[in-house]
């Protein structure tokens, strides 16, 4: 088999069982395409006390500068009901040119398709002037603290170096060539914990019932806009995800209620001015809920996620314009620049180097049946393969 072909590059990826936080095969799999290229290789395993250790990959063509880094993952998210697929998830089965099987598009794909264009671009002119990197994670389906993060931070220690990166994640909403993510809104995460006085529904006035602030809080943190929005981002929106009191019986008035969210948040904050209005909004609702009258300041405690995703905006306006133009080379589009969606490993590169991401449709990702048109796959490869060259043209000129 060769590597230039991304269709067998992704059926080879798709038959191994690489469940979030098993490798399952897959990184295996990719070694032997890139080893033959002349990539060396490096498996790296990232341990933490209480999190799955997680196997990574990073390889490397060349040894000089300029350097760009493809980056990726190669874990998937279960399959759920196996029963309802139409295909096998594993099988990589083709029908109709269609190619079916769990990450065929998040981001088995991507990995195939940039595989390809770097070994069609060996092939038809040497290895580049400059290097090319493989940054590649088992984890980015999953707790996301063995994968992207500690990979980074390892190879940097090693003395590595990047001038750009890709991260071939499904960007497209519905074509291929609709979008070029340059950037991400921020998350904050936490789990508030209301504090009531358990007692019997027929005598409140001696219990005090949590869910009453509780709703008043919930409604402080989702009535009102944080913001409008910015040049670069849509406006930030805030989620209560789950709530629940633990509490199983109709005559009972609970002791506690605790409640999750989340926001996704524009550069019109950072994690801590967006923590501090989070706070305000939760301490006027828990003094003047008009739910609770006559009653103290309802007694709660904050809870806060670790590691909030910062917000970035990449203005590399080299890596935007080689991109771009590879795209509308092979597909005649001129895509979008968005900031949309949710968070990605991006979110860590951003540190070392300037990032952007284009990949597949993403119309199926985690999703039954989750596939890709064999004709997207070739697509995808040719506009990858004419970055590579645009980007090394320019980057030396």
Sequence with gaps: MKTTDPIENLRRLIRCRSVTPAEGG???ALETMLTPLGFKVDRVMATEAGTPDIEN????LGDGGPHLMFAGHTDVVPVGNESAWSHPPFAADIEDGVIFG???VDMKGGVACFAAAVARHVEKHGAPKGSISFL????????AVNGTVKLLDWAERRGERWDACLVGEPTNPDRLGDMIKIGRRGSVSGTVVVHGVQGHVAYPHLADNPLRPAVAMTM???DQPFDAGTKNFQP????????????QATNVIPATVTFSFNIRFNDAWTPDTLKDEILRRLNAAAVHSPLRPDR????????WAERPSHVFLTHDDRLIASLTGAIEAATGRRPVLSTAGGTSDARFIKNYCPVVEFGLVGQTMHMVDERVPVADLEALTQIYEVFIARWFADATA
């Design 26 to 28: 897959a990184l295996s």
């Design 57 to 60: 990959l990073y390889a490397r």
């Design 102 to 104: 769990r990450g065929a």
């Design 136 to 143: 590649i994670t088992g984890d980015e389906e999953g707790p």
């Design 220 to 222: 402080a943190l989702m």
């Design 236 to 247: 930030s929106n805030m989620e209560v995800t789950t709530i629940s009191t633990d509490n």
């Design 296 to 303: 103290p300041a309802a007694r709660y405690e904050v809870t």
